[in-house]
C-alpha cells in the first residue's frame, strides 16, 4: 500500500523596488525567531495560483498586487506533506501595512537584496528567490527532497479571546 501525501499548493509575489524585494516576517509559536519570506500562502478553492498570489499580497501587506510572470516553480517535502510553491512577479503601488487581522505577520518591509541571505533562514524560501535575482530567467524549477522546517502554528488571536 503507498503512502498517503498531502499536496498543498502554495503562491507568492515577488515585488521589487530596485535593489530592494517586500519581505513579510511571520512569527510562528516554533521557531521563536519570526522567518522572513515573501507574501504568500495557500491556495484556496478553485482561485488561480497568480489569484493567490495577488490576494495574499493583499492579506499580508495592504497592497493590491497584480501577477504577472511566474517566475518559478519550487517544490519540497516536509514528512508526508507535498509543497509546490509558484512564485509570480507582482506589481503594486504604495507602500505596505502590517495587518490588523493576521496576528502572524509581525514585519513587513522593503529589503535589500544584499541582506536576503541573511534574513531568509529556511533554504526552500531563500535559495530559489536569491537564484532568480542572481540570475533572472535562467532557472525557473527548484526541488528539495526535504523541507527541513517545520513551523507551528500558536492559535489565532481571535481563537484565544473567544476561549477565555
Same mark, same amino acid.
Given at each position: 500500500m503507498s503512502e498517503r501525501i498531502e499536496r498543498i499548493h502554495l503562491a507568492t509575489g515577488l %515585488?521589487?523596488? @530596485? $535593489?530592494?524585494?517586500? =519581505?513579510? +516576517? *511571520?512569527? /510562528?509559536? #516554533?521557531p521563536? !525567531?519570526? %522567518?522572513? @519570506? %515573501?507574501?504568500? @500562502?495557500?491556495?484556496?478553492?478553485?482561485? *488561480? %495560483?497568480?489569484r493567490c498570489a495577488e490576494r495574499e499580497c493583499f492579506e499580508e501587506t495592504g497592497l493590491r498586487a497584480r501577477s504577472g510572470e511566474l =517566475? /518559478?516553480? *519550487? !517544490?519540497? #517535502? $516536509?514528512?508526508?506533506?507535498?509543497y509546490l510553491n509558484s512564485t509570480f512577479a507582482v506589481e503594486a503601488e504604495g507602500e505596505p501595512q502590517i495587518p490588523e487581522h493576521d496576528d502572524r505577520v509581525v514585519a513587513v518591509e522593503f529589503v535589500p537584496i544584499s541582506?536576503?541571505?541573511?534574513?531568509? +533562514?529556511v533554504a526552500v524560501v531563500r535559495d530559489p528567490l536569491l537564484a532568480t535575482l542572481e540570475r533572472p530567467g535562467e532557472r525557473r524549477y527548484f526541488f528539495f527532497d526535504s523541507a527541513d522546517v517545520s513551523v507551528r502554528f500558536a492559535r489565532s488571536r481571535q481563537s484565544r479571546d473567544s476561549k477565555t
Open positions: %515585488l521589487r523596488r @530596485g $535593489d530592494r524585494v517586500l =519581505l513579510v +516576517a *511571520s512569527q /510562528y509559536e #516554533f521563536r !525567531e519570526p %522567518l522572513w @519570506g %515573501l507574501p504568500g @500562502g495557500h491556495q484556496q478553492g478553485r482561485e *488561480s %495560483l497568480a =517566475l /518559478y516553480l *519550487s !517544490e519540497s #517535502f $516536509d514528512g508526508n506533506t507535498h541582506e536576503i541571505a541573511t534574513r531568509m +533562514a
